[in-house]
């Protein structure tokens, strides 16, 4: 029997979690797993118009690289969601998962358990 032989090319393979990029994931992924947006074509769509802000600066890049502590701001219905990252993920995963993902530091929205006429 013959053994088939392995390229060995000495290259490196392309990591494939979060982690092994040094605790950086793509800003339409990291959306798209914290299920923010259904798809990570609606997330990219966000950001290519121009309306997601990065630590304040404005972002018209999907590709742009997030990690633990940035802060997001951007529009989601007729809300504005600010949002700092807490930790990545390397799939999109159930809800109780997602929300670990983030930190909202909206103070706008009021506490589930708020009467609206207090």
Known sequence: MARRKTKSGGGTAAPDTAQEVGGKIRLDKWLFYARFFKTRVLASAVITKGRLRVNGQ????????????????????RQIRVIRVERLNDRRGPATEAQAMYTDLDPSSPPATASPLE
């Open 58 to 77: 404005r972002q018209a890049k999907p590709g742009h690289s997030v990690g633990p502590g940035d802060v997001l701001t951007f529009p989601m219905g």
